[in-house]
T-cell receptor
Framework: EAQVTQNPRYLITVTGKKLTVTCSQN?????MSWYRQDPGLGLRQIYY???????DKGDVPEGYKVSRKEKRNFPLILESPSPNQTSLYFC??????????????????FGSGTRLTVV | SQQGEEDPQALSIQEGENATMNCSYK?????LQWYRQNSGRGLVHLIL?????REKHSGRLRVTLDTSKKSSSLLITASRAADTASYFC???????????FGIGTKLQVIP
């Protein structure tokens, strides 16, 4: 079954304690992205990756790091989490990096989300 | 501000009625997509409409796009309780296909 798997599903941590949220996909998709979702603000892109070893900042990258050492994995790293990073996080993938109209008919595939609370 | 802004932010209707949600955006786009999100879960892609299209149908979904007004609408006909969810528009623009999501419309369908 084609899927995007995020772990953990829920996480409560303390300020300053480094954490990693994992994202893995089994669809051989080139493009992967991280979003955070906050009430009243919708989804905002944190980082994205066009392919292995190619990553770039989204709209709200401060306080986050990513890596793309393998095509299937795109972990999100919070080196020193703060309470304002409490949010619902989603990993999303797409099969192409240069998308024509036909390819976009597929849309993004999202993971189930990680609810992070930083106290 | 958000590229895509949905209106209304919340909508409550009776089962069987039609639900209409609107999305406005500010810059030119390549295409516009609608997604659905059940509470706290990942978004699911529903339908895409290209910038040169005006209307598209998929099952009980009908999407329109007016590029002159920079707006789109999503119509769900004959709504069901299972349609209860949040609906997001996402605009795609730029050579590298930047995707921006709106804030969403929370739809409640009352049985």
């Amino acid at each position: 079954e084609a899927q995007v798997t995020q772990n953990p599903r829920y996480l409560i941590t303390v300020t300053g304690k480094k954490l990693t949220v994992t994202c893995s996909q089994n669809m051989n998709h080139e493009y992967m992205s991280w979003y955070r979702q906050d009430p009243g603000l919708g989804l905002r892109q944190i980082y994205y990756s066009m392919n292995v070893e190619v990553t770039d900042k989204g709209d709200v990258p401060e306080g986050y790091k990513v890596s793309r050492k393998e095509k299937r994995n795109f972990p999100l790293i919070l080196e020193s989490p703060s309470p304002n990073q409490t949010s619902l996080y989603f990993c999303a993938t797409h099969r192409y990096i240069a998308w024509g109209d036909a390819e976009w008919a597929y849309g993004y595939t999202f993971g189930s989300g990680t609810r992070l609370t930083v106290v | 501000s958000q590229q895509g802004e949905e209106d209304p932010q919340a909508l409550s209707i009776q089962e069987g009625e039609n639900a209409t949600m609107n999305c406005s955006y500010k810059t030119s786009i390549n295409n516009l997509q609608w997604y659905r999100q059940n509470s706290g879960r990942g978004l699911v892609h529903l339908i895409l409409i290209r910038s040169n299209e005006r209307e598209k149908h998929s099952g009980r979904l009908r999407v329109t796009l007016d590029t002159s007004k920079k707006s789109s609408s999503l119509l769900i006909t004959a709504s069901r309780a299972a349609d209860t969810a949040s609906y997001f528009c996402a605009t795609v623009r730029g050579g590298y296909q930047k995707v921006t999501f709106g804030i969403g419309t929370k739809l409640q369908v009352i049985p």
